[in-house]
């Protein structure tokens, strides 16, 4: 089973640069996230989907925009990429209050 | 706004020798909690989901329980062994916040052979 998959894997950025990050899930999840993982700070959430065509931000949504392609998709862009978006960044997915899963992460350097 | 707080931050035992790794939260008004598993440069892997309901959960080795009341969870890992070595993350969902995931910081094990 595939379960979350993250693209890219890694990625390297020129500050202003923009990107936009894939995640898909094959287990029929409503819920999918986007986290960010730092050193010092843990994961913390920056926007999330509860179900196909709905949105909201999390605790750190600034400097981001996502999109909810359907049930499978659920992208973050970066418009204006900074350094201080150098992160790993981790979707996840799950149904409604159940035991989330996690994709492998995109590691992202804003130079 | 739910803290969670995961004490020691790092930890290193000989092999054999019982995990204990603790968890506390400040909300007890929780719907779940979640231990995960994180190795070096790799993604997040679930190890045990407690309901709310539940007082423990087992899988194995591992031996997970969870107390409300005084906002604890504890992982016990029994007869670790150097493939134990990894991160471990708590992480709760509160009631009010609909399946979104609040992380402790993570304990770092090692277990040297």
């Known amino acids: 089973n595939a379960g979350v998959t993250q693209t890219p894997k890694f990625q390297v950025l020129k500050t202003g640069q923009s990107m936009t990050l894939q995640c898909a899930q094959d287990m029929n999840h409503n819920s999918m996230y986007w986290y960010r993982q730092d050193p010092g700070m843990g994961l913390r959430l920056i926007y999330y989907s509860a179900s196909e065509g709905t949105t909201d931000k999390g605790e750190v949504p600034n400097g981001y925009n996502v999109s909810r392609l359907n049930k499978r998709e659920f992208s973050l862009r970066l418009e204006s990429a900074a350094p201080s978006q150098t992160s790993v960044y981790f979707c996840?997915?799950?149904?409604?209050?159940?035991?989330?899963?996690f994709g492998q992460g995109t590691r992202l350097t804003v130079v | 706004k739910q803290e969670v707080t995961q004490i020691p931050a790092a930890l290193s035992v000989p092999e054999g020798e019982n995990l204990v790794l603790n968890c506390s939260f400040t909300?007890?008004?929780?719907?779940?909690l979640q231990w995960f598993r994180q190795d070096p440069g790799k993604g997040l892997t679930s190890l045990l989901l407690?309901?709310?309901?539940?007082r423990e959960q087992t899988s194995g080795r591992l031996n997970a329980s969870l107390d409300k009341s005084s906002g604890r969870s504890t992982l016990y890992i029994a007869a670790s062994q150097p493939g134990d070595s990894a991160t471990y993350l708590c992480?709760?969902?509160?009631?009010?916040?609909?399946?979104?995931?609040?992380f402790g910081a993570g304990t770092q094990v090692v277990v040297t052979p």
């Open positions: 996840a997915s799950n149904r409604d209050d159940a035991e989330a899963f």
């Open positions: 407690i309901q709310s309901s539940q």
């Open positions: 992480a709760v969902v509160t009631t009010d916040s609909w399946g979104k995931l609040q």
């Open positions: 909300d007890s008004a929780i719907y779940n």
